[in-house]
């Protein structure tokens, strides 16, 4: 089937390396933030998230950073494996009713 | 497992027909969602609950309806009004309409048009 990666930006890093991967949102006012994971053919996946009042939040070998000056989210992979390789999606929440708001995604590909 | 079973996993649709997509949780989960995903973008938001016999529009609304009868289910019926159904259509939950929690998701139901 078709993939979701298709006609997105794409990130290329060798295995073993760290991965940044970044998005800008749009909304100041956002409280909440996710990064998903998204293989072909499959739902998302959560990774992380990370609240307004925080600026970084750390998991397995993932890290979130916030900036809310300049409205930036960024997931931070370490020692990238050839797993990791899916389209990456952050979402914000806005407003009532707790609606997400989704980026267009980043492909992440591992080279071995 | 507890988790969101979507179902069939491949639809086909021909024309002037309605298909319906099944969205199953038991995860307990108040809120349902659901997202149409085209290639090369984005999730945009198509109807959601957030309880119980109560559902809003999202986004892209039209030619799409929905029902919640029961906690646990949440089906979206693709109609014969929505002229481009061709994409991957995606349900979602969460604990409750809440800010703070994640959407988790299941596998999704590609549509195509025979």
């Known amino acids: 089937g078709e993939s979701v990666g298709l006609h997105l930006p794409t990130l290329s890093v060798q295995e073993g390396d760290n991965s940044i991967i970044n998005c800008a949102y749009s909304n100041s006012a956002s409280d909440y933030f996710i990064w998903y994971k998204q293989e072909s053919g499959k739902g998302p996946q959560f990774i992380i998230d990370i609240r307004s009042n925080m600026d970084k939040r750390q998991g397995q070998r993932v890290t979130v950073l916030l900036n809310k000056t300049v409205k930036h989210l960024s997931l931070q992979i370490a020692a990238t494996q050839p797993g990791d390789s899916a389209v990456y999606f952050c979402a914000e929440n806005t407003g009532a009713n707790s609606k997400l708001t989704f980026g267009k995604g980043i492909t992440l590909s591992v080279r071995p | 497992d507890g988790g969101i079973t979507q179902s069939p996993k491949y639809l086909f649709r021909k024309e002037g027909q309605n298909v319906t997509l099944s969205c199953e949780q038991n995860?307990?989960?108040?809120?349902m969602y659901w997202y149409r995903q085209d290639p090369g973008q984005g999730l945009r938001l198509i109807y959601y609950s957030q309880i119980v016999n109560d559902f809003q529009k999202g986004d892209i609304a039209e030619g799409y309806s929905v029902s919640r009868e029961k906690k646990e289910s949440f089906p979206l019926t693709v109609t014969s009004a929505q002229k481009n159904p061709t994409a991957f259509y995606l349900c979602?939950?969460?604990?409750?309409?809440?800010?703070?929690?994640?959407?988790?998701f299941g596998d999704g139901t590609r549509l195509s048009i025979l």
């Open positions: 995860l307990n989960h108040d809120a």
């Open positions: 979602a939950s969460k604990t409750s309409r809440k800010s703070g929690q994640p959407q988790h």
